[in-house]
């Protein structure tokens, strides 16, 4: 047994080796490549592994550290921070979408159950996907990126009660006289169990593990209590994956969790390559070729149903029209929760044999073309945005509907000068707007978050809800008479575009924009941004510095550098025509004559 596991397991890596290098020359996803490593290894592809129980455990192996890794992940704090956007809308998301779909499956001749489960299962999106393209374009913080992250969480949340319900929903095999009280009593004992666990036992075992400062022996306890907590979900009836996924989430609220995440995430990605190609090799690849016309126009009007639904509740949820439509389109597919719920299915009942491997192959294809579909999405959404400006009530999609005191608001009174205005209420937004007020700088903000807006609103501040990418909210934040414009976002797009409009309407006005990384000064430059800070370049900067102080060197030496290496710095990044780096002829010893280091 040993043996053929292990044979199994290098096959896995091989093949996937193989295929994944391919794909990574045409920039297909790696999650993709696992899927097709399955489907060609599988037992409907060239048969080398056959199925059965090894691909079974592979794929309960995978299920389990793929829900606690992700479980691991999710802080907290931080979805209380976003909980608008996460209860509002990951409710609004998952309740419209699965509205949708059981109309469109009852229109097709699908039972009441069957048209509500996969509801359920098409209104779950991929968090993997979704996350790795928004880290791959430095978008993960942006308004779009924010917001898909916020109703991506409630979606991976939202497994809990659905694994939950759907032996209820299945009707035939639990009576709902008996299910409810069992139900109740079930989530309860959980619930009691993994709040103890999360107070004493795990700050305890992980206390005593710590002592011993042995890295080896603190990833064993990691797995030791993921697995521990699946065994004990999976006794009282429920599955694995939720017990492995909950005690993520009670290690991500212990003060342990950056560690136990730091020990595992070298594991992190192999878990969830075994758990995508066991996927991928249930997937019948004759049934997919007999009907891949009819799966395509299935994929594609399961994209248009969660794009419209996505976008609707963005909408309501008062976002502007631009971050609405990239976020739509970035829900749109099938996720990888969606296939551990619908293993559930097929044991219940509630999918036939050739309904489920009809979900497979549009759910493979839906998350084969959501890189491409996020990356196309960008200049469409200009050009509605643009578009739809033209009219009043286009101009009120655009800037986003928002029921509050926001409507009634003014216009920056025309006779204000040579004021500020900031773009952006991150950190670096409220830094700077302190030291405008401290230095008597009038000033305006604008954000696209109407909870900040909202919040900052009642303590006073000069703040309004708008789109800056949008020209007409910058004429209402008074750009033509504005002496200073900082564009604090990590959207590398949306900088560009607010660049591009300020200087049409005020070529005067003195534009200074962060970005993430060098390769993003080249275009501001040429769009006018008179001052670009690099986020990359100011890091390693404070690293000098902190270099320079380990080392003695005096302070006003020190600051001498700092501000040669800047003014130097700048000029020098603002010449680039390439990617080839900073010009590196730079000598501290040079620099600090007399000094010895």
Not at 15 to 30: D, G, K, N, Q
Not at 219 to 239: E, K, P, Q, R
Not at 351 to 377: D, K
Not at 456 to 481: C, M, P, R, S, W
Request: aromatic share 10%; net charge negative; proline share 4%.
């Amino acid at each position: 047994m040993e043996g053929s596991l292990l044979a199994n397991v290098d096959v896995i890596l091989g093949f996937a080796v193989i295929i994944l290098t391919i794909f990574y020359r045409f920039e297909f996803p790696p999650v993709l490549g696992f899927l097709v490593t399955g489907m060609l290894i599988g037992p409907y592809g060239l048969g080398i592994l056959n199925g059965g129980e090894n691909v079974d455990m592979s794929s309960e192996l995978g299920v389990v550290f793929l829900l606690f890794t992700i479980g691991v992940d999710l802080s907290l704090n931080e979805l209380w921070k976003m909980k608008k956007a996460v209860m509002a809308g990951g409710t609004l998301q998952i309740l419209v979408t699965t509205a949708l779909v059981f109309v469109v499956c009852s229109t097709l001749g699908f039972s009441p159950a069957t048209s509500a489960f996969i509801g359920f299962l098409i209104s779950l999106s991929s968090t993997a996907i979704v996350l790795k393209v928004f880290q791959d374009r430095n978008e993960v913080y942006t308004p779009h990126g924010k917001t898909s992250l916020a109703i991506l969480i409630f979606q991976d949340l939202a497994i809990v009660p659905l694994i939950l319900i759907t032996p209820v929903l299945a009707g035939n095999s639990v009576s709902f006289e008996g299910a409810l009280p069992n139900l109740f009593f079930k989530g309860s004992l959980i619930i009691l169990v993994f709040i103890l666990s999360a107070k004493f036992l795990v700050p305890l075992i992980f206390y005593h593990v710590g002592k011993t400062g042995s890295k080896q022996l603190f990833l064993v306890s990691v797995v030791f209590i993921c697995l521990s907590a699946a065994v004990f979900t999976s006794s009282i009836g429920l599955s694995l994956a939720l017990g492995a996924f909950l005690a993520g989430i009670v290690i991500s609220g212990s003060q342990y969790s950056q560690q136990a995440m730091g020990n595992i995430l070298p594991l992190k990605d192999m878990f969830m390559s075994f758990f995508f190609v066991s996927i991928g090799m249930l997937l019948d690849i004759s049934y997919l070729l007999d009907h891949l016309s009819l799966l395509i126009l299935a994929a594609v009007a399961l994209i248009f149903i969660k794009s419209i639904a996505g976008v609707f509740i963005t909408i309501i949820l008062g976002y502007p029209l631009r971050t609405t439509l990239i976020t739509g389109l970035a829900l749109s597919q099938v996720g990888e929760f969606s296939f551990v719920l619908s293993k559930l299915g097929v044991e219940y009942s509630l999918l036939t044999e050739e309904t489920y491997q009809a979900f497979l192959a549009v759910s493979i294809i839906t998350m084969g073309v959501t890189p491409f579909l996020i990356n196309a999405s960008y200049k469409p959404a200009d050009f509605i945005v643009k578009k739809a400006s033209e009219t009043d009530f286009g101009m009120k999609l655009v800037r986003g509907f928002y029921s509050g005191p926001l409507e009634k608001e003014e216009s920056v009174e025309p006779e204000i000068k040579d004021h500020l205005i900031l773009v952006g209420f991150g950190f670096s937004g409220k830094t700077i707007s302190k030291a405008a007020k401290a230095a008597g700088i009038p000033y305006v903000i604008l954000e696209t978050n109407p909870d900040i807006v909202k919040q900052e609103k009642t303590k006073g501040e000069q703040i309004q809800y708008g789109d800056a990418t949008v020209g007409a909210v910058l004429d209402h934040a008074g750009i033509k008479n504005a002496r200073v414009l900082v564009i604090g976002i990590s959207d590398a797009v949306a900088t560009r575009k607010i660049v591009e409009k300020a200087k049409e309407s005020n070529p005067n006005v003195y534009v200074i924009a962060k970005v993430h990384d060098l390769r993003e000064m080249k275009q501001l430059n040429t769009l006018g941004a008179d001052e670009i800070i690099p986020e990359e370049y100011e890091t390693s900067v404070e690293i000098f510095v902190r270099l320079l102080e380990k080392y003695l060197v005096p302070r006003e030496n020190i600051e001498k550098m700092v501000n040669d290496l800047r003014a130097n710095g700048y000029r020098r990044l603002r010449k680039l025509t390439d990617d080839s780096g900073i010009d590196s002829s730079f000598n501290i010893k040079e620099g600090l004559p007399g000094v010895d280091i």
